[in-house]
Structures are given as C-alpha cells and as structure tokens.
C-alpha cells in the first residue's frame, strides 16, 4: 500500500491523524504538520501544532483543557506569575520540558525534523510527522490596530481583533521539507486535508514553493475534510475568518477555498454542498471519541 499523505493543522486534524493511524501501518501514514504557528517565546522555540499531534498520536493529549499535555502540573507558570512574567502562553511543567529540549537540538544545529523525529520516538509516536519546513515561515494577521504575530492574535488577544489580511513571513524564501517533496513523487495512496482551518492551518503549508503543484503532479486523489458542520466551526475561529472576509461560513465555502485542487470533499449529512465542484462525500466529521476518529478516517480512505 502507498502512502497517505496528511496535511494537518492541531487540535482538528490531529483527531483525524489518530483515526487514521489506527487503520493505517505506522509506514503508510506521513502527518505534514503546519509550521506557521511556531514561534519563540520565554527564550523557547514553541511548535504548536506539531506538539499537538505528537501528544495526540502518543496517548499523551489534554483532552479536558483541548491543548497541551495530560497529568499538567503548572508549578512553572505560577511562579513565573509570582515574578511578574509573562504567562499569556500557558505552558505547563511536562510540557515546557519538551519545548527545553527542541530549543536545544536546534540551537545546537539540529534541524526541526530531525528534532521532531527524535521527540516523536522518544514519546512512542509510531507515524511520522513531519513539519512542514525546517526554514522559518511565520503566520501574520493584520488587524485594525496593526500586524500581530499569530500566537499574539489567537492565545494572548483570543481571536478578538478582526482579520483584515493575513500573510506568511518567509514562505517565498522557504524550501518544502524534502519528504514531502520525495512522498508525492512517490505515488502516494491519497493527500488528505485534515480539517484544520484552511486560512491558518492549512495554506501556510500551500503556499511553501512548489507544493500545490507538486501534490497537482503527483496524481492522487485529494480529498479534504470539513472543519465547519451547519455553519460552525467545531472548533477556533474558522467561521468568523470566513465571516470577516465577506463569505457565510459554511462547509462548501472551505472546498470553495481549496478549489481545483480537491478530488474529493467530507462533509455532514444535512450541510448544503452546492457549488462543491469535487466529488462529495456524506460523513459524520463530529470527532467526540475514538470510534468517531476511527469511522471518518475509513470512510475518507473508503471515499477513494
């Protein structure tokens, strides 16, 4: 069997990846994960969304607070609190020791995927996520009052500035991870767009030069999976993004935005699919438990 290719944001489309990774051979599945988010903060190179799927993917996912790691203690953050610091980014002690060691690796020379990969191994992580890049690309969101960095506009202002543009810093000079590269030359089995907001999540991994044609080139089928059920996002601000760019979210609106790319498109029963040019496929995409996660990922394998 070729491989399936994932392009994944964090707390969405890591539901997806562990259903998928509970049908798939650990050697069949490659999770692209989304490299925009990361930042420095505290003096510590920050991955969000690659975190979240290794704690995800490990077992080790905070499934009360929606982020982070499970059995949190917060010891760091309370006295960092005491001294006046900053503790917007909540990171937590079992947590921060991974962010230590990834700020290490790097700066000692270490690529992010060879940091990743180590990690990953370290914590049982059987499939391979893979960032998207190993250079710096940096999501920006322009707001009435100015540019913010990404973790400034989503954790410390909580998505409250309205969304007037949003760019990718770097993205032009920035090289695609090579195995991404070398997996869709490959023949992969399917590319699946995990249902991840497709503004924030998902084009920074578009925009990397040579992707969008690479993934055109390489003839699988595409099939992306819904983030919004009856105009809502599941979860984050993906709606109100679609709303502050002039267009009703809705399901269809997300194919809308992929375009040409998609073969294949996920979505509710009851979610209207007019204008959805590729082939629509009726699934629940509502993540609530393992079972959930395990049946959508085999009804988007079954869908192709």
Known sequence: MSRVVALSGGIGGAKLALGLAQILPAEDLLVVANTGDDFEHLGLSISPDIDTLTYTLAGLDNQQLGWGRRDETWSFMQTLEALGGETWFRLGDRDLALHVERTQRLRAGETLTAV??????????????????????RTRIRTDAGWLDFQHWFVREQCRPVVREIAFAGVEQARPNPALLAALRDRPRAVVICPSNPFISVEPILALPGVREAIAASGAPVVAVSPIIAGQA??????????????????????????????????????????????????QTMMRTLADKVALAQAVLAAL
Not at 116 to 136: F, N
Not at 237 to 263: E, I, K, N
């Open 234 to 283: 599941v979860k984050g601000p993906t709606a109100s993004m679609f709303t502050q760019q002039g267009v009703a979210p809705s399901a269809a609106a997300v194919a809308q935005r992929y375009g040409a790319l998609l073969t294949h498109f996920v979505m509710e029963a009851g979610d209207d699919a007019t204008g959805i040019d590729a082939r629509v496929v009726r699934a």
């Open 116 to 137: 990743t990969a180590r990690i990953t191994a370290q914590l049982g992580v059987a499939p391979c996520i893979l960032p998207m890049s190993d250079d710096a690309v």
